[in-house]
């Protein structure tokens, strides 16, 4: 069900054929398994956050031996599997190699030191991504988190600076969109002595 919510958010963004959507919802299914997330309890939206760098090891690696194991099995089966995975992977490879020196000069702008990232925020009923963000933001108040993120158009800077992001500076992406990174410093509470780092 999750899987859906991001893909259908994201596919509402952008466009997308076919092999596209098939490599979103890969790499959906892999962040979920692999990033820490808060879900909405009407299950309708989801936010992830920095990854899970065991769990990513952990997903990683059962990957692997599952198609060792089903090629050992029936090596034509396990030959179609690897070369659906690589369809699958590799438009998102490819994407993520040729962002990286945009991606990187994000990075540099802000925040300095330890913060928890927001990867993303997806949701398919109105309402309920705020309430996400909205309980995000009292959890992160809660244990001293600061807060960041990347805001892809002027419409998302505005919205998440209603829950007390503000404005870092921007970077240009490849396919031409502009990235504005927004941290949100922890309020009215001490800052944790960072439970986790980006």
Same mark, same amino acid.
């Given at each position: 069900? +999750?899987?859906?919510?991001?893909?259908?958010?994201?596919?509402?963004?952008?466009?997308?054929?076919?092999?596209?959507?098939?490599?979103?919802?890969?790499?959906?299914?892999?962040?979920?398994?692999?990033?820490? =997330?808060?879900?909405?309890?009407?299950?309708?939206?989801?936010?992830?956050? /920095?990854?899970?760098?065991? !769990?990513?090891?952990?997903?990683?690696?059962?990957?692997?031996?599952?198609?060792?194991?089903?090629?050992?099995?029936?090596? /034509?089966?396990?030959? /179609?599997?690897?070369?659906?995975?690589? +369809?699958?992977?590799?438009?998102?490879?490819?994407?993520? /190699?040729?962002?990286?020196?945009?991606?990187?000069?994000?990075?540099?702008?802000?925040?300095?030191? =330890?913060?928890?990232?927001?990867?993303?925020?997806?949701?398919?009923?109105?309402?309920?991504?705020?309430? +996400? +963000?909205?309980?995000?933001?009292?959890?992160?108040?809660?244990?001293?988190?600061?807060?960041?993120?990347?805001?892809?158009?002027?419409?998302?800077?505005?919205?998440?600076?209603?829950?007390?992001?503000?404005?870092?500076?921007?970077?240009?992406?490849?396919?031409? =969109?502009?990235?504005?990174?927004?941290?949100?410093?922890?309020?009215?509470?001490?800052?944790?002595?960072?439970? !986790?780092?980006?």
């Amino acid at each position: 069900q +999750l899987v859906g919510v991001e893909t259908e958010a994201f596919a509402r963004r952008e466009r997308r054929n076919a092999i596209s959507k098939v490599a979103l919802m890969a790499g959906m299914l892999v962040a979920l398994g692999a990033f820490e =997330r808060r879900v909405h309890s009407s299950g309708q939206a989801v936010c992830l956050l /920095a990854p899970h760098w065991r !769990r990513l090891a952990i997903f990683t690696a059962g990957g692997v031996v599952g198609v060792g194991i089903i090629g050992a099995l029936s090596p /034509a089966l396990g030959g /179609a599997l690897l070369a659906l995975t690589a +369809l699958a992977f590799l438009p998102l490879a490819v994407r993520a /190699a040729i962002a990286l020196p945009a991606t990187r000069r994000l990075h540099r702008i802000g925040p300095p030191g =330890r913060h928890v990232y927001v990867h993303s925020v997806a949701s398919t009923r109105a309402g309920a991504g705020a309430e +996400l +963000l909205g309980s995000l933001a009292v959890e992160a108040d809660e244990k001293g988190w600061l807060l960041a993120l990347d805001a892809g158009n002027a419409s998302l800077e505005t919205y998440y600076s209603r829950f007390g992001f503000t404005r870092g500076g921007a970077v240009r992406m490849p396919d031409g =969109r502009r990235q504005v990174r927004m941290w949100r410093p922890p309020q009215g509470q001490s800052q944790d002595r960072g439970r !986790r780092r980006r």
